[in-house]
């Protein structure tokens, strides 16, 4: 089957959001369960976020131009940021809403009929979140990662909230339903907080990753000839976009078009093959070190 670019992935979320809040307002509107409540507020969030993110990956891909020179990548990064801090904002509701029901507890109704709803949007994301992940890595992009990752919570939080309604109406115990709602709450500050650390991260041109590097290695360990090296490989992640920087030392006889031609030769195998943008600094190896070969006269 044929993987879906990230705008269509990101419609697709918010196809998805929107018709999970349709059917987690119905669960709780039908119920009264605080629960429920909580769990069509965090749909609320996820519909936030995914319309946020389908613009800044939308942006992120925006080519590079002469204040940009190295892209809009990072884009992506205020979309995890704006998706966290909207999670801190539903987990605050969630717990008025869950304080003000343990003060005035009120019957749990219709809970068949509204758990149906509400195992049937849990569904929905599950299958988006699976989309949006393997759309996520294919296309290197943290917005549709934390996007899936943030889904899969709202799934097991589902889950949660089934079980403490359940519980609240096979025990007669009321105040169980709030007080699974608060652990809901709980359960997605983490997640907010996971995605702020990763956004700042991204923003604090993170390296890549050691199996990303290894590979960059690889290709520069295939196609540097004899007597020639590389040092001080330095990586780093803008969104989607990766970048590297390495000094290719050559020995001094060389000519200036030689050496060119093999840095480009260089620079060209590592993006085609790991999709990095190479950056080679040429220098000369004699007088590099002990460890330094010198080139045959």
Partial sequence: MRTLTPQQALLLSILAAVTTIALKTGAWWLTGSVGYLSDALESIVNLVGATFALAMVSYARVPADEGHPYGHGKAEYFSAALEGAMIFVAALAIFFFAFERLLHPKPLTHLGIGTVLSVAASLINFAVARVLLQVGRAHRSLALEADSRHLMTDVWTTAGVVVGVGLASVTGQGWLDPAVAMAVALNILREGWHLMNRSVGGLMDRAQDADDVARIEAVLHELAPPYCRFANLKTRVSGPLRFAHVDLLLPGSWSVARA????????????????????????????????DVTPPT
């Avoid at 060119?260 to 085609?272: M, S």
């Avoid at 999709?275 to 002990?290: S, Y």
């Fill in 260 to 291: 060119h031609a093999l840095a480009d030769e260089i620079e060209e195998a590592v993006r085609e093959r790991t999709g990095t943008r190479l950056t080679t600094h040429i220098e000369p190896i004699e007088g590099r070190g002990p460890g």
